[in-house]
């Protein structure tokens, strides 16, 4: 299309103006029109890397950091970086430019804006990997549309403008069709006159020239581990800058879901990325019944919209049959709210394939299977007992009725529950009916009485096993919840900056089993840090060494988040955030990661302890500028 001649052409016209600009980095072209406006403008040059036996040529932020320019110019903004380098992708490194006060004129092709991720797939059939957060364009001060007619720019393809002739070829046959680059113009045009749309309105707002403001429709987006998630996420940033609202992220995490294999828990994690990375609110919710858990939610947040993702997967379970789809509950469970249904494109034949692998019995703990026979073997001994005094038959059924739900109780899951129900059955026809110590029956009364003695120790069975699991996930929550009090009261009782400290960083480590570490800050540079390890086994040096170091002083430098899980010194063993309030940095918190990334409600609780260390420590400073005061006042 030509962004980088566009963007050359502008450098030199503000060079003509006397402004300070430098090129940072062009992407190397065999165009010799392109390549001749790199005369005249200063070059940094790039960063050469010799990796795994490649030469890499990167952006040189370090370089650029030290000139500080003006202006510098920085091209393909969705680049990824290479790992040798400080941040994941280019589009970081443009942000730290811009934290340092550095204006930036950089390149983008609309099939790299994130929320557009899935409709340029579905028009393309190719997946494009290299993608920045939308928040990124919102936020530019000056957007410029390079358009050209898609015929022309196949002609500039036929010329070798472009590429060379072997990559023209491929080029041809793959993504520059022509149907895909009038589909790709249209997109181009529509994100740019929105963008347009939203700065009007804006102005209209700020000039009071809208007598009736538009209210904003908070939009929820319910997300999981499926593939389809990222769709979802996209549609709900779409809608949301649409509507000029807010959007939230939200998760519900069942007792089958706490199984997730290691597959399904990376991907949920990357959803969960996707979502804050584009600016969504990411909650997450406890409990068996989603259907109501979602609605709850989404009248406590006043919720005008739900997007939802079409389950595909037909059931096979037999517990399940009966069962109504999730969005079918959803939408019968309420008449205000919309909800916006978006089916799986991903349902092809590798998906078809992965989803009839995922379709196994599970499998039960021998241990579990030998309480249930332990507990059925008493029931039938007590019911033999019974027998023997003269009682009915019902107080036997009682018996074995009391016997599911003890299995039920004393299990996992619904398996054994259900076969503990059948085998009931068997054992009162086999040893209470006649004829006797046999599987026949006379009475032909026995016909309704095993179909409803399976049905009441199944369904009984079943509402034990939930309320049970209930019970433990209120449980976990209250254990939470007092702990987070208990942490409270410890800081509020905090006597000086190093109290403080210990108190807190004591308490992440044992709630999370990890080593914790903290950087206070005195005299605008980060102390030596203070050390915590639940677990004496484990080594404290993982977090002391100079790349975790350089990590932690640039979260303090640059107010960010940085190390595992992050895009910003994603190499380094722990992750690290800043210990901030409304206006000031105190000091960075880290977590080793060696086992991982944190997962939301990990992260959700180490961030809940690091704003309560922030205010306690917040007070202590006070206190102590207080008194140096008063002391002061004596003198």
């Given at each position: 299309?030509g962004?980088?001649?566009?963007?050359?052409?502008?450098?030199?016209?503000?060079?003509?103006?006397?402004?300070?600009?430098?090129?940072?980095?062009?992407?190397?072209?065999?165009?010799?029109?392109?390549?001749?406006?790199?005369?005249?403008?200063?070059?940094?040059?790039?960063?050469?890397?010799?990796?795994?036996?490649?030469?890499?040529?990167?952006?040189?932020?370090?370089?650029?950091?030290?000139?500080?320019?003006?202006?510098?110019?920085?091209?393909?903004?969705a680049h990824?970086?290479?790992?040798?380098?400080?941040?994941?992708?280019?589009?970081?490194?443009?942000?730290?430019?811009?934290?340092?006060?550095?204006d930036?004129?950089?390149?983008?092709?609309?099939?790299?804006?994130?929320?557009?991720?899935?409709?340029?797939?579905?028009?393309?059939?190719?997946?494009?990997?290299?993608?920045?957060?939308?928040?990124?364009?919102?936020?530019?001060?000056?957007?410029?549309?390079?358009?050209?007619?898609?015929?022309?720019?196949?002609?500039?393809?036929?010329?070798?403008?472009?590429?060379?002739?072997?990559?023209?070829?491929?080029?041809?046959?793959?993504?520059?069709?022509?149907?895909?680059?009038?589909?790709?113009?249209?997109?181009?045009?529509?994100?740019?006159?929105?963008?347009?749309?939203?700065?009007?309105?804006?102005?209209?707002?700020?000039?009071?020239?809208?007598?009736?403001?538009?209210?904003?429709?908070?939009?929820?987006?319910?997300?999981?581990?499926?593939?389809?998630?990222?769709?979802?996420?996209?549609?709900?940033?779409?809608?949301?800058?649409?509507?000029?609202?807010?959007w939230?992220?939200?998760?519900?995490?069942?007792?089958?879901?706490?199984?997730?294999?290691?597959?399904?828990?990376?991907?949920?994690?990357?959803?969960?990325?996707?979502?804050?990375?584009?600016?969504?609110?990411?909650?997450?919710?406890?409990?068996?019944?989603?259907?109501?858990?979602?609605?709850?939610?989404?009248?406590?947040?006043?919720?005008?919209?739900?997007?939802?993702?079409?389950?595909?997967?037909?059931?096979?379970?037999?517990?399940?049959?009966?069962?109504?789809?999730?969005?079918?509950?959803l939408?019968?469970?309420?008449?205000?709210?919309?909800?916006?249904?978006?089916?799986?494109?991903?349902?092809?034949?590798?998906?078809?394939?992965?989803i009839?692998?995922?379709i196994?019995?599970?499998?039960?703990?021998?241990?579990?299977?030998?309480?249930?026979?332990?507990?059925m073997?008493?029931?039938?001994?007590?019911?033999?007992?019974?027998?023997?005094?003269?009682?009915?038959?019902?107080?036997?059924?009682?018996?074995f009725i009391?016997?599911?739900?003890?299995?039920?109780?004393?299990?996992?899951?619904?398996?054994?529950?259900?076969?503990?129900?059948?085998?009931?059955?068997?054992?009162?026809?086999?040893?209470?009916?006649?004829?006797?110590?046999?599987?026949?029956?006379?009475?032909?009364?026995?016909?309704?009485?095993?179909?409803?003695?399976?049905?009441?120790?199944?369904?009984?069975?079943?509402?034990?096993?939930?309320?049970?699991?209930?019970?433990?996930?209120s449980?976990?929550?209250?254990?939470?919840?007092?702990?987070?009090?208990?942490?409270?009261?410890?800081?509020?009782?905090?006597?000086?900056?190093?109290?403080v400290?210990?108190?807190?960083?004591?308490?992440?480590?044992?709630?999370?089993?990890?080593?914790?570490?903290?950087?206070?800050?005195?005299?605008?540079?980060?102390?030596?840090?203070?050390?915590?390890?639940?677990?004496?086994?484990?080594?404290?040096?993982?977090?002391?060494?100079?790349?975790?170091?350089?990590?932690?002083?640039?979260?303090?430098?640059?107010?960010?988040?940085?190390?595992?899980?992050?895009?910003?010194?994603?190499?380094?063993?722990?992750?690290?955030?800043?210990?901030?309030?409304?206006?000031?940095?105190?000091?960075?918190?880290?977590?080793?990661?060696?086992?991982?990334?944190?997962?939301?409600?990990?992260?959700?609780?180490?961030?809940?302890?690091?704003s309560?260390?922030?205010?306690?420590?917040?007070?202590?400073?006070?206190?102590?500028?207080?008194l140096?005061?008063?002391?002061?006042?004596?003198?």
């Amino acid at each position: 299309m030509g962004k980088s001649y566009e963007m050359l052409m502008e450098a030199h016209d503000m060079k003509k103006l006397d402004k300070d600009i430098v090129i940072g980095y062009i992407e190397p072209h065999a165009r010799p029109e392109t390549m001749a406006l790199l005369d005249g403008i200063e070059n940094i040059g790039p960063k050469i890397i010799e990796y795994k036996g490649i030469t890499l040529i990167e952006f040189d932020l370090d370089k650029a950091l030290l000139r500080k320019p003006r202006i510098i110019l920085v091209d393909e903004l969705a680049h990824t970086n290479a790992s040798t380098q400080r941040h994941r992708k280019r589009w970081q490194d443009i942000e730290e430019l811009l934290d340092n006060g550095i204006d930036v004129y950089t390149t983008l092709n609309v099939q790299h804006i994130e929320s557009l991720n899935d409709i340029v797939e579905s028009i393309t059939h190719i997946s494009v990997r290299e993608t920045i957060p939308d928040k990124i364009f919102d936020d530019a001060d000056k957007v410029e549309l390079i358009d050209i007619e898609p015929d022309e720019l196949l002609k500039r393809f036929s010329d070798g403008k472009v590429y060379s002739e072997e990559q023209t070829k491929k080029a041809f046959n793959n993504f520059f069709t022509k149907n895909n680059l009038f589909a790709l113009r249209e997109i181009a045009l529509r994100r740019t006159a929105d963008r347009v749309n939203y700065e009007v309105e804006s102005v209209r707002l700020s000039k009071e020239q809208i007598t009736v403001i538009p209210t904003s429709d908070a939009i929820l987006a319910c997300i999981g581990p499926s593939p389809s998630s990222s769709r979802i996420i996209r549609t709900a940033t779409r809608m949301a800058e649409a509507h000029h609202s807010k959007w939230i992220a939200l998760y519900v995490e069942t007792t089958k879901s706490q199984k997730l294999d290691k597959e399904d828990k990376e991907r949920l994690n990357a959803n969960f990325n996707l979502a804050e990375q584009l600016g969504g609110e990411i909650v997450t919710l406890y409990g068996d019944n989603i259907v109501e858990q979602i609605i709850q939610y989404a009248k406590f947040r006043n919720v005008t919209k739900i997007i939802i993702g079409k389950n595909h997967k037909k059931t096979k379970n037999l517990f399940n049959f009966y069962a109504k789809d999730i969005v079918d509950k959803l939408m019968n469970s309420n008449s205000y709210i919309d909800v916006y249904v978006i089916p799986n494109s991903i349902l092809n034949k590798k998906n078809s394939s992965v989803i009839k692998k995922n379709i196994t019995i599970s499998k039960v703990p021998s241990k579990e299977v030998l309480i249930s026979s332990l507990i059925m073997f008493i029931a039938t001994i007590i019911s033999l007992i019974i027998d023997y005094l003269g009682f009915s038959e019902v107080n036997v059924i009682m018996i074995f009725i009391l016997g599911v739900m003890i299995v039920n109780i004393e299990t996992t899951g619904y398996i054994l529950g259900f076969v503990c129900s059948i085998i009931s059955v068997m054992l009162f026809n086999y040893f209470f009916t006649e004829p006797r110590y046999s599987l026949q029956f006379y009475d032909k009364s026995y016909l309704v009485t095993f179909p409803i003695m399976l049905a009441v120790t199944f369904i009984i069975g079943t509402l034990t096993n939930k309320i049970q699991r209930e019970a433990r996930n209120s449980l976990a929550r209250e254990n939470r919840t007092q702990i987070l009090y208990r942490i409270s009261r410890k800081l509020l009782s905090a006597t000086g900056k190093t109290d403080v400290v210990a108190i807190g960083i004591k308490y992440i480590s044992r709630l999370l089993e990890r080593t914790v570490i903290c950087y206070l800050l005195q005299e605008n540079k980060l102390q030596a840090p203070f050390i915590y390890n639940s677990d004496k086994g484990e080594k404290n040096g993982a977090l002391l060494n100079k790349e975790e170091e350089a990590a932690a002083y640039w979260t303090f430098l640059n107010d960010k988040e940085s190390g595992t899980g992050t895009n910003t010194f994603y190499g380094a063993k722990g992750y690290y955030m800043p210990l901030k309030g409304q206006e000031k940095i105190l000091g960075v918190l880290g977590i080793l990661c060696s086992d991982g990334s944190l997962k939301p409600e990990q992260k959700y609780i180490f961030e809940t302890v690091a704003s309560q260390i922030y205010i306690a420590l917040d007070r202590e400073i006070l206190a102590e500028t207080f008194l140096q005061w008063e002391m002061k006042a004596k003198k």
